[in-house]
């Protein structure tokens, strides 16, 4: 028959027009990001991380930057972890390298920026604040479960 294609196409149309709107307001609403998203920056867990080197040697853009040290106690310290995101083909291969899985993306897709210093990101510094928060938090829950922290009540 002549026009069934067309048919076929408006009645897609019509279900489609007629169907659940399915569209987000983007700036007010953000579309929550699955697991397997790649993309932000890199996390660093620093409780796990041990410094090898294996995340930087992975990577086949040399888009991460690590620098450590020795401690007194014969263990690495990380001293300096970026991540240069204008470089990252985001390729996971950092991800699967790491032995100890410290790595993971932030799922953060707001990443544009007026230059390409923006898309640097010192992992470190971000691992440090993360690190600063968890361990204040149960500080916190403690004086408000006190009642405030006072002593005259």
Known sequence: MVGQGLLT?????IRRFFGKKITV?????KIPMTERFRGGALD??????I?????????P???IQLASE??????????????????CLYCNMCLE???TKALSWDRNYERSCYCRAGLEFDCLARGQERLKAKLSAPVEE???????GTANG
């Open 44 to 49: 660093v867990n620093l409780e796990k991380c």
């Open 9 to 13: 196409g408006m009645g897609i149309t």
């Open 70 to 87: 020795m401690g007194e106690d014969k263990k690495k310290r990380l001293t300096a972890y970026r991540h240069l995101g204008g470089q």
């Open 142 to 148: 403690m004086v408000a479960a006190t009642g405030g």
């Open 25 to 29: 307001q983007y700036p007010e609403e």
């Open 97 to 99: 390298a790491c032995p």
């Open 61 to 63: 853009n040399k888009a």
């Open 51 to 59: 410094s090898c080197g294996l995340c930087a040697l992975a990577c």
